[in-house]
């Protein structure tokens, strides 16, 4: 099959959302914390439209996405990348995480943060990414690391 890296489009915010909650629950979180966290994973109609968003294309079948928001000047956020759960672990998330790299350089910043899942510190750190802190959430004992690309 073909893959293609192609910008999101406002339609498909439902299908992103579906796709960032199974990869997020594909950790074996419990269901109280996935409900919580719900909220947090919505891809709004909105944040395609106000912020730089790309989906892996599998043929015709959208297996992932992330989403860029350009903080400032100097700073992109990393607000999202997740895969389907079938497409964890073939190195489809590696090819997302380039592009949005090379898509923030193109966006003249010198920085990529993420806040990500403790489950993907591994996987952020593997391409530089750097642990500046670590950010409290609501789950008692549970941060999540603060990680920056420095270019």
Do not use: C
């Not at 790299?101 to 591994?122: F, H, Q, R, W, Y």
């Amino acid at each position: 099959m073909e893959l293609q890296i192609i910008p999101a489009q406002i339609e498909d915010a439902s299908l992103l959302t579906i796709i960032a909650i199974a990869s997020k629950n594909h950790w074996n979180y419990t269901q109280n914390q996935m409900v919580s966290w719900i909220p947090e994973l919505i891809v709004s109609e909105d944040s395609i439209k106000n912020n730089v968003v790309y989906k892996l294309l599998e043929g015709n079948e959208t297996v992932g996405f992330y989403m860029l928001k350009k903080s400032n000047e100097k700073f992109v956020d990393l607000e999202f990348l997740f895969l389907l759960p079938i497409w964890i672990g073939k190195g489809y998330g590696k090819l997302l995480l380039q592009h949005a790299i090379e898509k923030t350089k193109t966006l003249g910043a010198l920085n990529i943060k993420v806040v990500s899942d403790p489950n993907a510190e591994g996987f952020y750190a593997n391409f530089g990414f750097k642990k500046i802190a670590n950010k409290k959430t609501n789950v008692p004992g549970r941060f999540l690391p603060t990680m920056i690309l420095k270019f």
